[in-house]
């Protein structure tokens, strides 16, 4: 059974509390200060293409340190001080890319950046936890795999970032399974660093939701990508962690498969979805168009975008709930 | 709506039991596979061979999904195409 003490509650609580105020606070400020200075990109998914601020990132990179800091003042774990490296250094990536536009290859080359605390710190366990068979030491592999280990995550939840609230709805729910893996494993500090992460991607979803006030851009999807596989790697679930993120994980295999090359989304000549009269999304039959989850979804026929990512919030639901049985066969039974 | 998702669902289903039936095959025949030589060079060799023996697997795996993609998008998205 799970003790906690009176300082591990408070600071539980601070630690979801705190970072939802403030992004439930400063967004609709960081909405007003983009839109004032013409910081609006096109929501090419609706009648009319209207404009959107972008990006809502830097809100949620300062309200997951904030969550993160949080924890390693009242608790001194490391682990949460590894988790504010990450997120700055693929924060400031996004940034960057919301700027300038980085290349398909550029991206995830400068992402391997931010996989360097958790090796320098060394937060992470060479044993991997497989479900019924048990553990398996990696010692010389497992840093190689940490090494991509956040681009992989941090691209792979960008790439899901398609559709107004299916990012910030995506990790929110997939947040979930994880907290049930560290409360089997009977780590509290490891729920502890699970909670910002939770609690901001709730926040921003209430802006983010269809139709969207703002959108998170490349900063706000990959600090949530990777922290996402931070928290994965430094708490030793990554099993669990690759189930709650098939349908991410699919998209992107699909996508690359499809197109055959590292390219940024915004160069590819032969959209996979196109819109309709009456705000319908449908599926492109072009043969040479990209494979992606949100075409794959729109197959049977044309929906409505709130629908898809009703849609694809279902299938991390679903991921969510064989993550949450992978947890268990892995420490319960 | 529940059929849109349907398929994938079954899709998501089934990359989650390839997983398993991928891990027993690694941890029923490879992590077993003994050192044929003794020594370091024998750990090192039936290491390096493990590995390699598991990333076959993992690209098994990985070659399962993408025909379980390609038999998808050919029955749901390329078959309506030809019928339009």
Redesign the interface.
């Not at chain 1, 497989?130 to 048990?134: K, L, Q, S, T």
């Given at each position: 059974m799970l003790q906690m003490t009176t300082l591990e509650l408070t600071t539980a609580v601070l630690s979801f509390i705190l970072p939802f105020v403030t992004i439930i606070i400063l967004t609709p400020f960081v909405i007003k200060i983009l839109s004032n200075h013409g910081k609006l990109v096109q929501d090419f998914h609706k009648p009319g293409k209207p404009l959107v601020p972008k990006p809502g990132g830097p809100v949620i990179i300062v309200s997951l340190i904030l969550g993160e800091s949080i924890i390693y003042f009242a608790t001194g774990e490391i682990n949460a001080l590894v988790l504010v490296l990450v997120t700055v250094i693929a924060g400031v990536i996004g940034i960057v890319d919301d700027i300038y536009t980085l290349s398909g290859i550029l991206k995830p080359a400068l992402l391997i950046t931010a996989s360097l605390p958790i090796l320098v710190f060394g937060a992470y366990s060479f044993n991997i936890d497989?479900?019924?068979?048990?553990a398996?030491r990696l010692s010389?592999?497992y840093p190689l795999l940490v090494l991509i280990a956040i681009p992989v995550t941090a691209n792979t939840i960008n790439t899901i970032d398609v559709l107004n609230g299916a990012v910030s709805g995506f990790i929110a729910i997939a947040s979930v399974p994880l907290l049930f893996a560290f409360l089997f494993i009977g780590s509290f500090n490891s729920v502890l660093l699970v909670l910002p992460l939770l609690s901001v991607s709730i926040g921003f979803f209430i802006f983010h939701r269809f139709p969207s006030k703002i959108f998170p851009g490349d900063s706000g999807s990959l600090s949530l990508g990777a922290i996402y596989g931070a928290i994965v790697i430094v708490g030793g679930i990554e099993?669990v962690g690759i189930?709650a993120l098939?349908?991410a994980i699919?998209n992107s295999?699909?996508f690359l498969?499809s197109v055959k090359r590292f390219v940024e989304h915004r160069q590819i000549k032969e959209r996979p979805v196109k819109v309709l009269d009456g705000n319908m999304l449908a599926?492109s039959?072009?043969?040479s168009a990209p494979?992606t989850?949100v075409?794959?979804?729109?197959?049977?026929?044309p929906?409505l975008e709130k629908?898809i990512v009703?849609?694809i919030l279902?299938?991390v639901s679903?991921?969510s709930f064989?993550a949450i049985i992978?947890a268990v066969l892995t420490w319960v039974i | 709506?529940a059929?849109?998702?349907f398929?994938?669902?079954l899709?998501?289903?089934a990359?989650?039991a390839m997983?398993?039936v991928g891990?027993?095959a690694?941890?029923l025949f490879v992590?077993p596979i003994p050192d044929v030589i003794s020594g370091n060079v024998g750990i090192f060799f039936s290491?390096v061979l493990q590995?390699l023996i598991s990333g076959a697997l993992t690209m098994l795996w990985?070659i399962s999904?993408?025909q379980l993609?390609n038999y998808?998008?050919r029955k749901?998205?390329?078959n309506?195409?030809n019928k339009?």
């Open positions: 497989f479900p019924i068979f048990g398996v010389i592999i099993i189930i098939l349908p699919l295999f699909f498969s599926a039959r072009s043969g494979i989850l075409r794959l979804i729109l197959a049977d026929r929906l629908d009703l849609n279902k299938l679903f991921s064989l992978t | 709506m059929s849109a998702i398929s994938l669902i899709l998501i289903t990359v989650w997983i398993f891990l027993a690694i941890f992590v290491s590995v990985l999904i993408w993609r998808y998008v749901k998205i390329l309506l195409s339009e």
